[in-house]
């Protein structure tokens, strides 16, 4: 499934992704900081009909849609590169699940990506 937000929005995503596969992101070696106005369908905050990023301005739905757009985002990852991709969430670090579309999350993720077993894309 491709993700209902921007192309630019998604490659960007995407790269960053690759980057901490290889331990070379800028946030954190192995780990991205995601900002969730990123996975929606408004690529800047004077596109959203209520004009603006602040976390409070978003409904519960429409962060649960940012979280589903995460998922799909990096289960194809996963997939892709077979690497375990872990999301820290304030409560924890966990391995990415289905869990991730239940949390209405208004503002920022923070996701650490390990090359798997099966993953002889990159290698450290």
Same mark, same amino acid.
């Given at each position: 499934?491709?993700? =209902?937000?921007?192309?630019? =929005?998604? !490659?960007?995503?995407? /790269?960053?992704? !690759?980057?901490?596969?290889? =331990?070379?992101? +800028?946030?954190? /070696? @192995?780990?991205?900081?995601?900002? %969730?106005?990123?996975?929606?369908?408004?690529? &800047?905050?004077? @596109? &959203?009909?209520? +004009? +603006?990023?602040?976390?409070?301005?978003?409904?519960?739905?429409? =962060?649960?849609?940012?979280?589903?757009?995460?998922?799909?985002?990096?289960?194809?990852?996963?997939?892709?590169?077979?690497? !375990?991709?872990? *999301?820290?969430?304030?409560? /924890?670090?966990?391995?990415? /699940?289905?869990?991730?579309?239940?949390?209405?999350?208004?503002?920022?993720?923070?996701?650490? *990506?390990?090359?798997?077993?099966?993953? %002889?894309?990159?290698?450290?």
């Amino acid at each position: 499934m491709i993700p =209902n937000i921007p192309l630019r =929005n998604l !490659v960007e995503i995407w /790269g960053e992704l !690759v980057e901490a596969l290889c =331990n070379k992101n +800028g946030y954190g /070696g @192995d780990t991205i900081e995601l900002y %969730t106005y990123r996975l929606r369908p408004y690529s &800047h905050w004077h @596109d &959203h009909p209520r +004009g +603006g990023p602040l976390s409070d301005q978003y409904s519960r739905e429409e =962060n649960l849609e940012a979280a589903q757009v995460l998922y799909d985002i990096l289960r194809q990852f996963k997939e892709h590169y077979g690497c !375990v991709i872990y *999301i820290d969430q304030r409560h /924890g670090e966990r391995r990415l /699940g289905k869990w991730v579309t239940k949390i209405a999350n208004p503002h920022r993720w923070h996701i650490r *990506i390990k090359p798997g077993r099966t993953s %002889t894309r990159f290698s450290r």
